[in-house]
């Protein structure tokens, strides 16, 4: 009696969870492809397929191109997809232009509101569009900076001028940096054989070197590792990857926790229902500190043993 | 391929067709391979976005824009003819230029349209029709436009030496025409209608952004093509259609690519610059091909 109670309740269970989680489309447009991007892509599609809810997915990704960029949101209108995933602010862009029956639903865009998704953090527009902002938490950049090298009174950052973020994150840290009473110098570049050269005009102008995430500048990673070597000049950056690399620490965003957020945010949509207008752009609380203690020595830094055991990684 | 990917495939074909025709006019009319287009269609999208935002009708930022990208042109023309730097060397110097020009005058690297008034919206507002077959008829229209006014300036005596002077430069200048003022105004010409197109598929996707001008050379060259292989070059006023048409053909092939499945090996989303690449040297090939079947069924009947 018992067994036959426990199957009718499992079975209930069963039928309850697939009438909440019922089988969906969802769209993805993505301007590049990139490791950060695609493990936010993984992420989402891993938790909504662990909260039940089946889903296929049409990836469209534009390799780099606007003309590209504005024909998948066309191909996507024709695939009439239960949800729009925009990986990146141009493809976010696009959406929120050319979609209005659809919900949008956007991340890693750093900042949603002045690239025109959003009308503010609180979503108080109530459109069709919210999604997860992956801007940098620049107060704990500056903290973390300042734990490294307490002495430190300018910061050098290299980023391209070209990189909407990059300008926005710069910023974001010059405002930060001044409220510790610190100085920012950037040297911006084109390119990223433009870094290295970039890194040796800050020596001398610099106590600091510090590496937002800016593509550009992160791509060519390694010539900024050897100039800070060269020079002795503590080099942190604002991604993970980065430390592995040889940058001294980073506290950074998780792509991929990122992407399981933005996996509950399209489960609340459709399968609950909600509507995007009602629900404020997200940021990732939960950080990772990552250390590099060979790079420390070498760029002439001794880490706190605090910031070492507080590390969620040490690479040695 | 669904309704609403044929319709946008002809509305990029449509919103580019002005850059593809600009390219056609260096390319082939003057000789002239200009790679001033990749900055000087963000210049036109960053003109009209800055316009735009200050409160100007979208109209006149279109007309903006092309005025900005005729000065482009122009600065590459006399790069070329006056100071005697080589054409490729001269457009790109202008190119590189562009993209620091660009970020000073939208002040940031993306500047975004969303919720303002822009020719798209207000062509759907007048016209009544849904945004997606209202804005390939928009600027399906201004292409048509363009090319009417481009078809009778070339038969004008000015649009004759202008044909001339990249079929026969010497001719033209025992006509007593001055080749340079006339390549000069060619490559602005060129660029003020790449300029126009930038602004458009700024009003379109919402956004001007510094990168977007990446790619514009290779897409232009692969139109002209295509349209040249498919539709013929007999006339002037023929491989003008055939540019714009090529443009259309170009982008329904990157439809078809985007849309393709083809079971669970097949084609991802990263093979589409490897597609695009295959149709534009299928394009090329073709007519060699085509020279050559005929050719040996020559011989046969021989």
Same mark, same amino acid.
């Given at each position: 009696m018992t067994r036959l109670l426990l199957t009718v309740a499992a079975l209930c269970l069963l039928a309850a969870n697939a009438l909440a989680a019922g089988s969906y489309t969802v769209s993805v447009t993505q301007i590049v492809e990139h490791p950060a991007l695609d493990a936010m892509r993984q992420g989402v599609a891993d938790r909504l397929r662990d909260r039940g809810a089946e889903v296929v997915f049409n990836v469209h990704i534009a390799q780099g191109n606007m003309g590209t960029n504005i024909q998948i949101v066309n191909q996507i209108k024709g695939e009439k997809p239960d949800l729009v995933l925009a990986i990146a602010t141009p493809g976010a862009q696009a959406a929120a232009q050319k979609i209005q029956d659809i919900p949008i639903l956007f991340t890693g865009v750093t900042d949603p509101v002045s690239a025109g998704l959003v009308k503010d953090l609180q979503n108080? @527009?109530?459109?069709?569009v919210t999604g997860m902002s992956d801007f940098s938490p620049m107060d704990q950049h500056v903290a973390l900076i300042l734990e490294i090298a $307490?002495?430190?009174k300018t910061i050098g950052v290299i980023y391209n001028a070209g990189e909407p973020n990059s300008v926005v994150l710069v910023d974001k840290l010059t405002e930060e940096a001044a409220k510790a009473g610190l100085v920012v110098q950037g040297a911006t570049i084109?390119?990223?054989? @433009?870094v290295f050269q970039a890194v040796r005009s800050l020596v001398g102008r610099a106590d600091v070197i510090y590496i937002p995430t800016d593509n550009t500048a992160v791509s060519a990673l390694e010539s900024a590792v050897k100039v800070c070597t060269q020079t002795r000049l503590p080099l942190i950056a604002a991604d993970v990857d980065s430390v592995d690399r040889g940058a001294i620490a980073a506290v950074a965003v998780d792509y991929y926790k990122m992407g399981l957020q933005t996996g509950d945010m399209a489960y609340r949509i459709l399968v609950?229902?909600?509507? $995007?207008?009602d629900m404020p752009v997200e940021f990732l609380e939960d950080l990772n500190l990552h250390v590099n203690t060979k790079a420390a020595a070498a760029m002439g830094v001794t880490l706190p043993e605090a910031t070492i055991t507080r590390a969620a990684k040490v690479v040695e | 391929m669904t309704s609403y990917a044929l319709l946008g495939a002809i509305e990029q074909g449509f919103a580019y067709g002005l850059m593809v025709v600009g390219v056609y006019l260096t390319f082939?009319?003057?000789d002239f391979p200009d790679l001033t287009v990749d900055g000087s269609l963000p210049l036109g999208a960053s003109v009209s976005a800055v316009a735009i935002t200050a409160g100007h009708p979208p109209v006149l930022a279109v007309l903006m824009a092309s005025g900005a990208g005729f000065m482009a042109g122009a600065v590459t023309g006399v790069l070329n003819t /006056?100071?005697?730097?080589?054409h490729l060397l001269a457009s790109i110097l202008t190119m590189i230029a562009l993209y620091s020009i660009n970020l000073r005058i939208m002040g940031r690297p993306n500047m975004t349209l969303l919720g303002q008034d822009t020719v798209v919206d207000w062509f759907a507002a007048a016209s009544g029709l849904m945004p997606h077959v209202s804005t390939p008829l928009l600027f399906g229209l201004v292409c048509v436009a363009a090319l009417a006014v481009l078809v009778w300036f070339l038969h004008t005596e000015l649009g004759l030496a202008f044909l001339a002077t990249g079929d026969n430069k010497q001719m033209i200048t025992s006509q007593g025409v001055n080749t340079d003022t006339i390549i000069i105004f060619g490559v602005g010409l060129s660029n003020a209608l790449v300029a126009a197109s930038g602004a458009l598929v700024a009003q379109n996707q919402g956004a001007a952004d510094v990168?977007?001008?990446?790619g514009t050379i290779i897409a232009g060259l692969a139109s002209v093509i295509i349209g040249e292989t498919v539709f013929?070059? /007999?006339t002037i006023t023929r491989a003008l259609i055939a540019a714009l048409l090529g443009s259309i053909l170009y982008r329904v092939a990157i439809a078809l690519a985007l849309g393709m499945?083809?079971?669970?090996?097949a084609i991802t989303p990263s093979d589409l610059n490897l597609i695009t690449a295959l149709l534009v040297v299928i394009a090329l090939v073709m007519p060699q091909i085509k020279a050559r079947t005929k050719r040996i069924m020559a011989g046969r009947v021989k």
């Open positions: 108080s @527009g109530g459109g069709n $307490p002495s430190a084109a390119n990223s054989s @433009g609950e229902g909600v509507a $995007p207008g | 082939r009319v003057l /006056k100071f005697r730097i080589l990168n977007m001008g990446v013929g070059h /007999k499945r083809l079971g669970d090996f």
